[in-house]
């Protein structure tokens, strides 16, 4: 007799224990770069950062090499939040579990980022317009916001099905990559398996992620209170074309 699937659980609650392992390690030295390039070409000087969607706390880590610099992270998955906490335990960081639809920092930050496609998570117009006046109202006047997200509307390549079958150590997991049915963007299911001492856990995922063409993106930071000041493709700053995808945006507010 076959045994049903198991209902899935929330978007990290079974990952985090090996997101940096999967995905967030091999990311983070693009990301961090392009970071660092960001601040230099846009003369950005800050005092205090809020990364928001900071997941297992790898970007406030390295940032909190600097003892001088008011960190803090928010994420809405206490799972990913866990990971955070033993990474970034004695440095001073300050986590926080909220939804950045409805932020609510501890005080206004000179600079806030989110970093990884986080802005993906935004599904509907009305959660895009939420976040972004929450990120506006959480800034200082002419603070900054600096975040990576994948577009829609551009000729690039339009997502499709694809399964990956992943085999580590300890480890075994299947991620069905489809394209979004109600919009531009991608449904990723997961099932992933680890396997310990006491047995195996596996869990299901769903992570529902929509493209936003820059034609909706670019206005709705405006209406929040944001100016851009530079979209730059991710691996090597350069303008992006219109083929490319994976951009990061500086804004400021005022
Ligand atoms: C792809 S991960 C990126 C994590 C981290 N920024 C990194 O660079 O590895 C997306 C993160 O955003 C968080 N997230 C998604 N939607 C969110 C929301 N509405 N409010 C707060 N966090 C959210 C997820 O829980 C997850 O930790």
Known sequence: MSRA???????????????DRLVGDARFELIWEAFRRSCRHHRIGFRS?????????????????????????????AAML??????LAG?????LRQDMTRLALPEPADLLTANFCTLNYLTEPAALALALRALAANSHCNGYLIFDIILGGTTGRTPSAVRQLIEAPALHAV?????????????????????????????QEVHLQRWWPAATLLPALARAGFRVLGLHRLADHAPPGPGDRWVQVVARRG
């Open 5 to 19: 699937a198991p209902a899935p659980v929330a978007p990290y609650a079974s990952l985090a224990p090996v997101y």
């Open 49 to 77: 950062l809020a990364d928001i969607g900071c997941g297992t706390g790898r970007f406030l880590h390295r940032l909190s090499r600097n003892p001088a610099l008011r960190l803090c992270g928010v994420d809405r998955s």
């Open 82 to 87: 866990r990971v955070a906490r033993r990474r």
């Open 91 to 95: 440095r001073g960081v300050r986590l």
């Open 175 to 203: 991620w069905d990559i489809r394209p979004a049915p109600r919009f531009e963007g991608t449904i990723v299911s997961t099932f992933t398996c680890l396997h310990g001492t006491r047995g195996s856990n596996c869990a």
